[in-house]
């Protein structure tokens, strides 16, 4: 093996890339080719071959210098030893050889062999820049929009960057598309974005075929934008195999094929990537699709959490506490939720906090919950600060703390967190006296309630009937009523019905009522019960009625079926819009 490592070192160093700037030393060469010709160096000795080496860099022969800087950087052969490194790299440097000059910069601006000194290492960067050296313009440019305050210089790192770009230096030619994409520094700019990355794609760097792809994907060039993709998926580029394997999958920009889908998955994941292969796992998991299959998917799923990949993590921990696909394990679950919580993840934090704090794990820990579900609420996850809120406000298992409480509420509220919200408009509603708190919380369950929050529909009922600060308003309440008992809230179901029997519209109760009471709702049974029993000849008692008092109750009839029939829906919008407070008094019959 090392004397095939020496070999190398003597064919392949001396011509490679890095040292294309340098000028053989003929003398020197003749020498090492004759004696390898000759076999007068004893191939088979590799200590012989580095002593040498060693002898022809010493007499001062350049390649065999900056090949011996190589040796002891990389240690080839050799102990690895960077002070000698830079020395021979230096060696070579003094002399203005770019290529040399750009190794002895990256040595300074890493410490390696020497303590890190930026100064020193952009001064050896700008001679390998001027020599032309492509690399060393782009780490300049690096180092000028990037690097620490006292260096930044946006005008000169963008001319080195182009500089380096304009030698086809891949990095220089991304970085720039990235800058101007993102606009950092400058005001973004696509179009140069596009221009930079389809030099680099032209000279097939799969990460430029790849941003152009997803570029021209959003941009609605949907053949150009996969063909992009499509070359850098076939360099094994795992992001575009992904990004193919989603296109296909949604089928937005695209028809969807699942086959192709399917394809592009396959090769992400063999690629090990961990995003790929959960999704891989995903679609291996369901039993609509023709891929369905448990142990691949389990396998897939459980490959991509072993890699750290949070989302996976947090599937098998599912799929170990319901005991779906794989034997309920809720150690092993414990497990994962642990893993993904050690990655920062605020949804394991507070999965494992619910199981500690109730004693759904194998041990209950109170305070180790309350501390991840602390964790978890600082990570802005909106369930956790909705159940730290209420921890607090009960001060049963923590002191209770209603300023902290109303805090951690707002924020999961802010969140969108329907059940948070509903809590907060609560909250406001508590200071009946505050104008100001009352027309908050009204603001927020009309919020809840547009979106179909059937509790939100029936507070709103609540508040328009009686009048809390001025609300009142008939219309609306009648509105939010309907909404709620068509949501399946069961005191909705409940109260209409029981509106419908005051005002003896026995038939319109009775469907309400027993709606109510198919879900075990006791007072709408006892409501429907009570309606049984009763008679609708008793309206009148015994006595015959009168022609006028059968007119009088057919007017009151109508009067109140009318007051109680849904407005129609311009009637609704108009008053959600305005707000308007209607005087029952002057209502239309």
């Given at each position: 093996?090392?004397?095939?490592?020496?070999?190398?070192?003597?064919?392949?160093?001396?011509?490679?890339a890095?040292?294309?700037?340098?000028?053989?030393?003929?003398?020197?060469?003749?020498?090492?080719?004759?004696?390898?010709?000759?076999?007068?160096?004893?191939?088979d000795?590799?200590?012989?071959?580095?002593?040498?080496?060693?002898?022809?860099?010493?007499?001062?022969?350049?390649?065999?210098?900056?090949?011996?800087?190589?040796?002891?950087e990389?240690?080839?052969?050799?102990?690895?030893?960077?002070?000698?490194?830079?020395y021979?790299?230096?060696?070579?440097?003094?002399?203005?050889?770019?290529?040399?000059?750009?190794?002895?910069?990256?040595?300074?601006?890493?410490?390696?062999?020497?303590?890190?000194?930026?100064?020193?290492?952009?001064?050896?960067?700008?001679?390998?820049?001027?020599?032309?050296?492509?690399?060393?313009?782009?780490?300049?440019?690096?180092?000028?929009?990037?690097?620490?305050?006292?260096y930044?210089?946006?005008?000169?790192?963008?001319?080195?960057?182009?500089?380096?770009?304009?030698?086809?230096?891949?990095?220089?030619?991304?970085?720039?598309?990235?800058?101007?994409?993102?606009?950092?520094?400058?005001?973004?700019?696509?179009?140069?974005?596009?221009?930079?990355?389809?030099?680099?794609?032209?000279?097939?760097?799969?990460?430029?075929?790849?941003?152009?792809?997803?570029?021209?994907?959003?941009?609605?060039?949907?053949?150009?934008?996969i063909?992009?993709?499509?070359?850098?998926?076939?360099?094994?580029?795992?992001?575009?195999?992904?990004?193919?394997?989603?296109?296909?999958?949604?089928?937005?920009?695209?028809?969807?094929?699942?086959?192709?889908?399917?394809?592009?998955?396959?090769?992400?994941?063999?690629?090990?990537?961990?995003?790929a292969?959960?999704?891989?796992?995903?679609?291996?998991?369901?039993?609509?699709?023709?891929?369905?299959d448990?142990?691949?998917?389990?396998?897939?799923?459980?490959?991509?959490?072993?890699?750290?990949?949070?989302?996976?993590?947090?599937?098998?921990?599912?799929?170990?506490?319901?005991?779906?696909?794989?034997?309920?394990?809720?150690?092993?679950?414990?497990?994962?939720?642990?893993?993904a919580?050690?990655?920062?993840?605020?949804?394991?934090?507070?999965?494992?906090?619910n199981?500690?704090?109730?004693?759904?794990?194998?041990?209950?820990?109170?305070?180790?919950?309350?501390?991840?579900?602390?964790?978890?609420?600082?990570?802005?996850?909106?369930?956790?600060?909705?159940?730290?809120?209420?921890?607090?406000?009960?001060?049963?298992?923590?002191?209770?703390?209603?300023?902290?409480?109303f805090?951690w509420?707002?924020?999961?509220?802010?969140?969108?967190?329907?059940?948070?919200?509903?809590?907060?408009?609560?909250?406001?509603?508590?200071?009946?006296?505050?104008?100001?708190?009352?027309?908050?919380?009204?603001?927020?369950?009309?919020?809840?309630?547009?979106?179909?929050?059937?509790?939100?529909?029936?507070?709103?009922?609540?508040?328009?009937?009686?009048?809390?600060?001025?609300?009142?308003?008939?219309?609306?309440?009648?509105?939010?009523?309907?909404?709620?008992?068509?949501?399946?809230?069961?005191?909705?179901?409940?109260?209409?019905?029981?509106?419908?029997?005051?005002?003896?519209?026995?038939?319109?109760?009775?469907?309400?009522?027993e709606?109510?009471?198919?879900?075990?709702?006791?007072?709408?049974?006892?409501?429907?019960?009570?309606?049984?029993?009763?008679?609708?000849?008793?309206?009148?008692?015994?006595?015959?009625?009168?022609?006028?008092?059968?007119?009088?109750?057919?007017?009151?009839?109508?009067y109140?079926?009318?007051?109680?029939?849904?407005?129609?829906?311009?009637?609704?919008?108009?008053?959600?819009?305005?707000?308007?407070?209607?005087?029952?008094?002057?209502?239309?019959?």
């Open positions: 093996m090392n004397k095939f490592i020496f070999l190398i070192i003597f064919t392949s160093l001396q011509v490679s890095e040292l294309q700037l340098l000028q053989p030393n003929d003398g020197a060469q003749k020498v090492i080719k004759s004696q390898l010709q000759n076999k007068t160096i004893d191939l000795d590799p200590k012989t071959i580095f002593i040498n080496v060693d002898k022809l860099a010493k007499s001062g022969d350049i390649r065999s210098q900056f090949s011996l800087g190589k040796i002891y990389k240690g080839l052969g050799v102990l690895a030893d960077q002070k000698l490194a830079l021979w790299y230096s060696q070579v440097a003094e002399k203005n050889y770019p290529s040399a000059q750009y190794k002895v910069a990256t040595f300074y601006e890493l410490g390696n062999g020497v303590k890190i000194d930026l100064d020193r290492a952009i001064e050896w960067y700008e001679k390998s820049a001027k020599n032309g050296y492509g690399k060393a313009q782009y780490k300049l440019g690096e180092l000028f929009i990037f690097g620490p305050k006292k930044l210089n946006t005008e000169l790192g963008l001319t080195y960057l182009d500089k380096a770009s304009k030698q086809n230096i891949p990095e220089a030619q991304i970085t720039l598309a990235k800058i101007y994409l993102d606009g950092i520094n400058v005001e973004a700019n696509e179009d140069k974005a596009i221009f930079y990355l389809e030099q680099s794609a032209i000279n097939h760097n799969d990460e430029a075929q790849f941003m152009l792809g997803d570029i021209l994907l959003k941009k609605g060039s949907v053949s150009d934008g063909k992009f993709l499509e070359k850098s998926s076939e360099q094994g580029n795992t992001s575009a195999q992904l990004l193919l394997m989603k296109v296909y999958s949604e089928g937005k920009a695209i028809p969807s094929s699942l086959d192709r889908s399917f394809e592009y998955a396959i090769k992400a994941s063999e690629n090990n990537h961990p995003e292969q959960f999704l891989l796992g995903k679609i291996y998991q369901d039993p609509k699709s023709k891929f369905f448990v142990e691949k998917s389990i396998l897939s799923i459980h490959s991509s959490a072993d890699q750290g990949y949070v989302p996976a993590q947090l599937e098998m921990a599912r799929l170990l506490i319901k005991g779906q696909s794989v034997n309920q394990d809720i150690q092993k679950a414990m497990s994962w939720l642990d893993r919580a050690k990655s920062g993840s605020s949804i394991a934090k507070y999965e494992l906090a199981r500690y704090i109730y004693g759904q794990s194998l041990i209950r820990n109170v305070l180790l919950g309350l501390k991840l579900l602390k964790e978890s609420s600082q990570g802005d996850y909106a369930p956790a600060q909705y159940l730290y809120s209420k921890l607090l406000d009960e001060g049963d298992i923590v002191v209770k703390d209603e300023r902290e409480s805090f509420l707002d924020k999961a509220a802010k969140q969108g967190h329907q059940e948070a919200s509903y809590a907060l408009a609560n909250k406001y509603l508590g200071a009946k006296s505050d104008d100001q708190a009352v027309k908050k919380a009204i603001q927020i369950l009309e919020k809840l309630a547009d979106k179909n929050h059937a509790l939100s529909n029936f507070r709103l009922y609540e508040i328009f009937s009686d009048d809390i600060q001025g609300a009142k308003d008939t219309v609306k309440s009648r509105v939010y009523l309907f909404r709620a008992a068509e949501l399946g809230y069961l005191k909705a179901r409940y109260e209409l019905g029981k509106i419908y029997y005051e005002q003896k519209l026995f038939h319109d109760a009775s469907y309400w009522l709606l109510a009471s198919s879900e075990d709702y006791e007072p709408a049974k006892n409501l429907l019960k009570k309606i049984s029993s009763e008679k609708l000849s008793n309206e009148f008692g015994q006595n015959i009625p009168t022609s006028e008092t059968i007119q009088s109750t057919i007017n009151q009839q109508n109140i079926e009318n007051l109680f029939e849904v407005p129609d829906a311009q009637v609704i919008l108009e008053s959600l819009k305005n707000n308007t407070n209607l005087n029952p008094g002057n209502e239309q019959r």
